[in-house]
C-alpha cells in the first residue's frame, strides 16, 4: 500500500538479534497504519497473560501513512504494549519533530521484545540496527539522556525517545519522553522500556514511502492550509493552546478540584492562559509541519523559579497539580512540570496520585502526606515516589495498588487502573462514557467528547441517545489514530475528508460506511485483546464517588442508572452483547 514500506522490524533484546518481516497488503487494507497495524501486531505476536514487566511483554512502535507527508496534522507517532498500570491495552502517542524521522528508517512497526541484560540504548536507521552500552547514562533524568544518546550517535537529522528515572525503576505510571517536552504519558510505557533495561532509542534515515498521488496530496493540503490557517480553532491554539481550557471548564463547574470533590478551584484565574501571557514570556511552538503551534514554550520571570523554562503546562498538567491539589499558583505549577519531566512520569497519573495522598493524609493512612495548596510538599511527595522511599513506595504501582494497600478502594478515582483527566463527568456525563468504555482506562483522548459537551453540540447533562454521538466520534478518531492525526485537528477533517486523504496517501477507495467498518474493527480488536486479559463488563464502570457523591452544592450527579444506560446503548451500537463481547474479526 502506499505510504507505507510494508515493513516490520523485530529487536530482541535478549539475544541482541534482528528480524524484518513483510507486512502483506491486506493488513494495511484492513487497519491502515498507526493504533490498526499495533494493535494488531500486539493481539497477533503477544501471548495472553503475559506479565506487562516481563521480558515477554512488548513494545510496538508504529507510525501511519500520513506520518512524513505534508499534512500538517501528522507528526505523531504510537506506541502499543500491555500496560503495568492496568494489566490490558495499553496505547499512547506523541508529537514534536520524531515521528517522521521514524518513518524514514523504512519500517511501518517496530516491534521490541526480549530484555537486555545490561544497561543499553539502541539505533534505528534504514541501513541497520545497532545496540550501545548505556551504563554511563542509566540514571540520567530525560532531559540528559536525550542529549546524550543523540551526540553518541552524531547523525545528521536524529530524533530520540528515552526513559527517565521514573521508567528504570519500573514506576507503573513512567512515560516515555521525546524532544525534551514530548510525551507519549499515559499507561506507563517508560517502565516496561525499563524492564527491558533500555534506555532510549535513536531514529535516523532517509527511506521515503511516496503517497499515491503526491501532486494532489500538496494541492489538498495547500487548500487546507488557506482554508483554515486562520481559523477560530487555530488561532485559539496558537494563542493560548490547551490552557484555554481552564477558564471554560471552571466556568461550566466541571474543573476537577480537591481530588474530585468540587468543580471548581477558587483563583483559578492564577493558573490560566491569561495568567500565562500576562506573566510570563510565552512562545508558540508546533509539531513538525504544524500550524496551530499548540506548545506554548514558557519562561518563568519572577519568583524563586525565576528562569526555568517548559513546553507548557498543559491544561492536563495544570489541572492534575492545579485542580486536584488546590495549587493555584502557575509557576509552581512549571516547576511541577519540568520535575514529572526530567523523572519521565506522567503528569495527570502524578497529579491524581499526589492528591489522593493529601486524602490519605487527612484520614490517618500516611503520617507524612503532601498538603492542598503546598507545592514543596507534593514534591517531597513526589520525589518519595520516584525514589522509592518511605510511604513513598506505596504509590509505584499507581493509584490501585495504593488504594488497596491503604484500604481506600471505594475513596480512590481510577477505571481500570487509569486516573481520568481534566474533565468531571458527573457534569459532562458523555466523559462518564468515555472513562468507562476506553480501551486503556480511564481517557479522555480515544474521543474528546468534551469538546462536543463543552462546545454546545450536544446537552452535557443528555444521557439518552448520547451514544451514538459519542461513537462518531470514537470511530472518527480511530482513523485519527491509524494515520496517525493529531486529535485538535478533530473540527476541520470529518469525514468524507478523511476518505480523500486516504485515498490521496494511499490509492484505496473507502466509503463512509467502509472506513466506518475500518474504525470499529480496530475497536473491536482492542476490546478483544482486553477480553482475553480478563476484562468484564464490571471494569466498564466509574468509581462509586461520580456515582454517589455529588458537585457543585448537590447540583452535579452522574447515576448508576445513567451510565448503565449509555453502555447498554454503547455496546448495541458496537454489534457487542450485553456483556460487551464483541464479534470474532477476521
Not at 155 to 163: D, E, F, P, R, Y
Not at 191 to 197: D, E
Not at 411 to 428: M, N, Q, S, T, W
Not at 467 to 495: G, K, P, Q, S, T
Request: hydrophobic letters at 40%; one cysteine or more; proline letters at 5%.
Amino acid at each position: 500500500m502506499y505510504g507505507s514500506h510494508g515493513k516490520l522490524l523485530i529487536i530482541n533484546l535478549t539475544s541482541s538479534s534482528i528480524t524484518v518481516k513483510d507486512i502483506e497488503p491486506e493488513v494495511f487494507r484492513n487497519y491502515l497504519g498507526g493504533k490498526g497495524l499495533g494493535s494488531y501486531l500486539l493481539m497477533k505476536m503477544l501471548p495472553p497473560g503475559v506479565d506487562p514487566l516481563s521480558a515477554e511483554n512488548m513494545l510496538i512502535f508504529t507510525t501511519g501513512p500520513a506520518v512524513d507527508t505534508p499534512l500538517a496534522p501528522a507528526s505523531r507517532y504510537g506506541v502499543f504494549s500491555k500496560s503495568p498500570a492496568t494489566g490490558l491495552y495499553s496505547e499512547s502517542y506523541s508529537g514534536g519533530h520524531l515521528p517522521p524521522v521514524m518513518k524514514r528508517t523504512g519500517f511501518d512497526a517496530i516491534a521490541i521484545t526480549g530484555a537486555s541484560p545490561q544497561p543499553c540504548f539502541i539505533s534505528i536507521t534504514d541501513h541497520g540496527v545497532n545496540f550501545y552500552d548505556a551504563a554511563d547514562i542509566w540514571g540520567q533524568d530525560s532531559y540528559d539522556a536525550e542529549a546524550a544518546v543523540l551526540k553518541k550517535i552524531n547523525a545528521t537529522g536524529s530524533q530520540a525517545l528515552v526513559i527517565g528515572p521514573a521508567g528504570e525503576k519500573q514506576i507503573s505510571f513512567a512515560c516515555i519522553k521525546n524532544n525534551r517536552w514530548r510525551s507519549a504519558g499515559r499507561t506507563g510505557l517508560g517502565a516496561v522500556m525499563g524492564s527491558k533495561k533500555l534506555k532510549g532509542i535513536v531514529f535516523s534515515g532517509s527511506a521515503k514511502a511516496p503517497p499515491a498521488d503526491r501532486e494532489g496530496l500538496k494541492n489538498w493540503n495547500r487548500s487546507f492550509f488557506t482554508r483554515y490557517k486562520d481559523s477560530p480553532e487555530a488561532q485559539m491554539y496558537r494563542e493560548k493552546g490547551t490552557p484555554a481550557l481552564v477558564a471554560i471548564t471552571n466556568n461550566a463547574r466541571c474543573f476537577p478540584t480537591r481530588y474530585w470533590s468540587e468543580g471548581s478551584l477558587e483563583n483559578w484565574e492564577r493558573i490560566s492562559a491569561d495568567y500565562m501571557k500576562n506573566n510570563m514570556e510565552v512562545k508558540s511552538r508546533g509539531c513538525y509541519r504544524c500550524f496551530f503551534a499548540c506548545g506554548k514554550l514558557t519562561t518563568v520571570l519572577h519568583g524563586r523559579h525565576k528562569g526555568l523554562q517548559v513546553e507548557g503546562p498543559e491544561f492536563e498538567t495544570i489541572y492534575a497539580f492545579g485542580g486536584l491539589c488546590c495549587l493555584a499558583d502557575m509557576e509552581e505549577i512549571l516547576h511541577l512540570n519540568d520535575l514529572c519531566d526530567r523523572w519521565g512520569v506522567d503528569t495527570i497519573s502524578a497529579g491524581n496520585i499526589a492528591a489522593f495522598a493529601i486524602e490519605a493524609g487527612k484520614q490517618g493512612k500516611l503520617a507524612e502526606a503532601p498538603r492542598y495548596g503546598n507545592a514543596d510538599s507534593i514534591i517531597t511527595f513526589l520525589q518519595s515516589v520516584i525514589d522509592e522511599k518511605g510511604e513513598g513506595a506505596l504509590f509505584t504501582g499507581g493509584i490501585r495498588a495504593a488504594a488497596r494497600a491503604l484500604d481506600m478502594d471505594d475513596y480512590a478515582i481510577h477505571v481500570k487502573g487509569l486516573e481520568p483527566a481534566g474533565y468531571d463527568p458527573r457534569v459532562l456525563k458523555g466523559m462518564g462514557l468515555a472513562y468507562a468504555t476506553s480501551d486503556r482506562g480511564a481517557c479522555h483522548l480515544r474521543t474528546t467528547f468534551y469538546k462536543p459537551e463543552l462546545s454546545g453540540l450536544i446537552d452535557p447533562a443528555q444521557v439518552k441517545g448520547k451514544a451514538r454521538m459519542f461513537v462518531d466520534y470514537e470511530d472518527r478518531l480511530n482513523i485519527y489514530d491509524c494515520l496517525i492525526f493529531c486529535r485538535f485537528y478533530r473540527d476541520l477533517i470529518h469525514w468524507e475528508e478523511l476518505i480523500q486523504i486516504i485515498y490521496l496517501l494511499t490509492g484505496e477507495r473507502y466509503g463512509v460506511a467502509e472506513l466506518r467498518a475500518a474504525a470499529g474493527q480496530v475497536q473491536n480488536l482492542t476490546r478483544l485483546f482486553n477480553l482475553r486479559e480478563g476484562l468484564t463488563r464490571a471494569d466498564d464502570l466509574l468509581p462509586g464517588r461520580f456515582t454517589k457523591e455529588p458537585i457543585n452544592e448537590g447540583a452535579n450527579l452522574i447515576t448508576a442508572e445513567e451510565v448503565d444506560l449509555m453502555l447498554n446503548d454503547y455496546y448495541l451500537l458496537r454489534g457487542w452483547d450485553e456483556n460487551g463481547i464483541p464479534p470474532r474479526i477476521k
